[in-house]
Every structure is written in C-alpha cells, then in structure tokens.
C-alpha cells in the first residue's frame, strides 16, 4: 500500500498486515520510484484525493482548480503512467479509481438527484474528469477492467468524521470492482447502488 506520509502509511500498512511504499502522487520521483519498488501488480486502487473545499463557482480560482487537479487528475495520470507497464504483465489486471456522485455528470445534472445542491466545482469538475480517464484508459487497454467507484459519504479524515458510513461500507463497492473478473464491466462508473 502507498501514502504520502510515510509514519501514518506504515502503521495503517502494519495493521492490515501489507508492505508499505512511500508514494507521493504529485511527484514523479515518488511514483516511479514506488513503481520500481512494488514490481508487480494486479490490482491498482487509486485512492489519492483532496477537496479544495467547499468553493463556489463565484469563488472558485483557477489556482484552486490547479490543486485539487494536481493530486486528483494529474496524480492518477501519474500513478496509471508509471503502473499501467506492470499491470500489463497480470493475467488479470484491474484499476480502480476512487471517484464521487459528484463527478457523475448524470447525477450532478439532475435537480432532484443527491448531487443537485453540491455545487462545489473545483472537486466535483476534478472528479469527472477522473471519470473521463478511467473511460479512455478502459478503452486503451481493453485487457484490463479499469472502473470508476464511488465509495458513497464514508466517515474519514477527508470530511472531518461527517461521513453517514463507516469505512467498511465505503470500502465495500471499492474491494468489489478491485477483485472482479476478466470478464467483468470495464469503464463504467459504480457505486454501492448501481452495479
């Protein structure tokens, strides 16, 4: 397992009982060094992601837009980059990027769906834009099952604890598409509603 910080990443490692690697998602040091040191793969969790915060569109910045793009976009970039050459030596390869209903463009347009208040551009824009890579990348590479999840409002750091779900819960839709088959779905976007 990566993290950036690598006291918590190597406690939170000890207690599942897996390796540790430091892995910083803005920094192609770190990635291709984490990517050098993990060597083979079969499954990647892209899990790495920031708010920004509740901005605004009249608000929002593109300086604000270029963070949170940094770690969601541009850090999931980096991390399939460096990735994508080990996943392809799998017999069953799998990606799974950790995206939101706020990225879905369906749910967000929708007034009375559960996104239509949440209007926060800079991580919802940030994550339908993840969503947009994981198609094209599905499409890329057709061997591999590469998916988008949305692992609902789960009680973490992320959020300050506010989160209606325990970790558990919001793994759940997360541990289901890193361990289909090779003949799951590929480039579809999933909660733990629609399978």
Do not use: C
């Not at 190597?10 to 060094?33: E, N, Y």
């Not at 819960?169 to 579809?188: C, F, K």
């Amino acid at each position: 397992m990566g993290a950036r910080d690598s006291d918590r990443g190597q406690r939170a490692a000890d207690q599942l009982g897996a390796g540790f690697v430091q892995l910083d998602v803005t920094d192609d040091a770190s990635v291709g060094a984490a990517a050098e040191t993990v060597g083979e793969l079969d499954v990647l969790v892209n899990n790495a992601g920031i708010s920004g915060g509740r901005v605004s569109p009249t608000e929002a910045t593109a300086e604000d837009m270029r963070t949170v793009y940094e770690t969601n976009v541009f850090g999931a970039v980096r991390v399939l980059h460096a990735f994508i050459p080990l996943l392809e030596k799998s017999e069953a390869p799998i990606g799974v990027n950790v995206s939101s209903g706020v990225g879905s463009l369906g749910l967000s347009a929708d007034p009375e769906g559960p996104w239509g208040d949440a209007n926060y551009p800079v991580y919802a824009s940030s994550k339908a834009a993840l969503n947009m890579l994981t198609i094209r990348y599905a499409a890329a590479f057709p061997t591999m099952r590469i998916n988008s999840v949305d692992p609902g409002f789960t009680a973490t750091d992320f959020n300050q604890h506010r989160g209606t779900q325990n970790v558990e819960e919001g793994a759940a839709v997360i541990n289901r598409y890193a361990l289909i088959t090779s003949d799951g779905p590929t480039g579809g976007f999933f909660d733990r509603k629609r399978r």
